[in-house]
């Protein structure tokens, strides 16, 4: 066999190989050592509800090829083999993996929701923006988070006593002899005040104004001279609310269509599949894929119930207080892993047979009833999404929002 002919079947064994094959290997290797994250927001009640949602098991399929190394050969056997091609050796080295079945997991992207205001929504992502920040001791993720705050209702300093608060309950759970009441401290520890150093708050002003921070971030995050969080990973990105500007946008889409001449004018009404929302979703979704982060954004929901106007407020009507999983399709509701009904837990009301005795003697039951500030999150649209997977992440939270912090109670 001439030099010629023996370089030419090496370049037939041969196997070129794209960088997105390795990543897809590497992703591989990644499941099959590390399978399932243990903790995603560091709240066990919530990561629960998330197992059901996130990890899609897929039928097997062919993987790579594992190359194996060959046996020594005997002396008989090299003889025999001395013409033998450089494709028949190689043949005998390269097996095939058996096929093994590979879990899909989905980005997590958490939609927070509420009928009302003042559901209890911003005091979760108190909360769960504490746990993302906190170091490993206190039982926090040590990442940074990225808050837009559309509505402008986040509180710096409501948000440093949500986290001392955990802090004083961590120590209190640790430490069975310690006296000190949660929350009792009036001083901000250097914990929570180095946890508020890697929360970053942004408080756009319009749609535009949220898509010009979006396409910013990567530059303002990977810059260590703006500020302390370029060595932390990016755990959380919060819109609150993704629904701010929606009459807003809805006014300038209007206008926008009134100014073109009638004849390139669409019916009004119509959804405009470029619009701002879509653009929006579409830059959250490239910075997931870059930063491989959790993305948390709430909205209010008005749902269609035909009892809303053909009935009367009648407190003790069970038809009043179910919760109708139907809510108006918008750009939003696809986009999201998991959909989290937030709601302030009723109190019942005085019945219409109560004279003012009853009453003023049930009111301060009630009264401590309300200052408990409990609130319930639980999975919404458990029939509408069937096609998102078969398995589906069931139960509900309960936490307690008072003047002290935020604490769960199951």
């Given at each position: 066999?001439s030099?010629?002919?023996y370089?030419s079947?090496?370049?037939?064994?041969?196997h070129?190989?794209?960088?997105?094959?390795?990543?897809?290997?590497?992703?591989?290797?990644?499941r099959?050592?590390y399978?399932?994250?243990?903790?995603?927001?560091?709240?066990e009640?919530?990561?629960?509800?998330?197992e059901?949602?996130?990890?899609l098991?897929?039928?097997?399929?062919a993987?790579?090829?594992?190359w194996?190394?060959?046996?020594a050969?005997?002396?008989?056997?090299a003889?025999?083999?001395?013409?033998?091609?450089?494709e028949?050796?190689?043949?005998n080295?390269e097996t095939e993996?058996?096929?093994i079945a590979?879990?899909?997991?989905?980005?997590v992207i958490?939609e927070?929701?509420?009928?009302h205001s003042a559901?209890?929504?911003t005091?979760?992502?108190?909360?769960?923006?504490?746990?993302?920040?906190?170091?490993?001791?206190?039982s926090?993720?040590?990442?940074a988070?990225?808050w837009?705050d559309?509505?402008?209702r986040?509180s710096?300093?409501?948000?440093?006593?949500?986290?001392?608060?955990?802090?004083?309950?961590?120590?209190t759970d640790?430490?069975e002899?310690n006296?000190?009441?949660p929350?009792g401290?009036?001083?901000?520890?250097?914990?929570?005040?180095e946890a508020?150093?890697?929360?970053h708050?942004f408080?756009p002003?319009?749609?535009?104004?949220?898509l010009?921070i979006?396409?910013s971030?990567?530059?303002?995050?990977?810059?260590?001279?703006r500020h302390?969080?370029?060595?932390?990973?990016?755990?959380?990105?919060?819109?609150?609310?993704?629904t701010?500007?929606h009459?807003q946008?809805r006014f300038?889409?209007?206008?926008a269509r009134?100014d073109?001449?009638?004849q390139?004018?669409?019916?009004?009404?119509?959804?405009?599949p470029?619009s701002k929302?879509?653009?929006?979703?579409?830059?959250l979704?490239?910075l997931?894929?870059?930063?491989?982060c959790?993305?948390?954004?709430?909205?209010?929901?008005?749902?269609?119930t035909?009892n809303?106007?053909?009935?009367?407020?009648?407190?003790?009507?069970p038809?009043?207080?179910?919760?109708?999983?139907s809510?108006?399709?918008?750009?939003?509701?696809?986009?999201?892993?998991?959909?989290?009904?937030?709601?302030?837990?009723?109190v019942?009301?005085f019945?219409?047979?109560?004279?003012l005795e009853?009453?003023?003697?049930?009111?301060?039951r009630?009264?401590?009833v309300?200052?408990?500030?409990?609130?319930?999150?639980?999975?919404?649209?458990?029939r509408?999404?069937?096609?998102?997977?078969?398995?589906?992440?069931?139960?509900n939270?309960?936490?307690s929002?008072?003047e002290?912090g935020?604490?769960?109670?199951?």
């Open positions: 066999m030099a010629e002919q370089g079947s090496l370049l037939d064994g041969v070129e190989e794209s960088l997105e094959q390795h990543d897809q290997l590497l992703a591989d290797v990644r099959l050592l399978p399932r994250q243990q903790s995603v927001l560091g709240l009640q919530l990561d629960d509800l998330l059901g949602v996130r990890h098991d897929e039928p097997p399929s993987q790579y090829p594992e194996t190394s060959s046996r050969p005997s002396p008989e056997h003889i025999n083999d001395e013409g033998a091609s450089y028949d050796n190689a043949a080295i993996r058996p096929a590979k879990t899909k997991t989905k980005p958490i927070l929701t509420s009928q559901s209890g929504k005091s979760i992502l108190y909360y769960l923006a504490g746990l993302a920040t906190l170091p490993y001791e206190s926090g993720k040590q990442s988070v990225v837009i559309s509505d402008g986040v710096a300093s409501r948000l440093a006593q949500v986290i001392e608060y955990h802090l004083s309950m961590a120590r640790s430490t002899s006296t000190q009441q929350g401290a009036s001083i901000t520890s250097p914990t929570a005040l508020l150093n890697h929360i708050i408080r002003q319009s749609s535009t104004q949220v010009n979006l396409d971030l990567p530059r303002y995050l990977l810059d260590p001279t302390k969080s370029s060595h932390r990973q990016l755990g959380l990105l919060i819109l609150d609310s993704a701010a500007f009459a946008d300038d889409a209007e206008m009134l073109l001449p009638l390139q004018r669409e019916p009004s009404g119509k959804p405009n470029t929302a879509s653009v929006i979703i579409t830059r979704s490239a997931q894929a870059r930063f491989e959790t993305i948390l954004f709430t909205t209010n929901t008005s749902t269609m035909a809303t106007s053909n009935q009367a407020a009648t407190p003790n009507d038809s009043r207080v179910a919760i109708n999983d809510p108006i399709i918008s750009p939003w509701t696809r986009f999201a892993t998991l959909t989290l009904q937030v709601e302030r837990v009723r019942a009301q019945a219409p047979y109560m004279d009853q009453c003023l003697h049930d009111a301060e009630r009264l401590e309300v200052r408990r500030g409990r609130f319930t999150v639980e999975v919404l649209g458990q509408r999404d069937s096609s998102r997977g078969k398995a589906r992440g069931t139960g939270v309960t936490l929002v008072t002290a935020v604490r769960i109670e199951s």
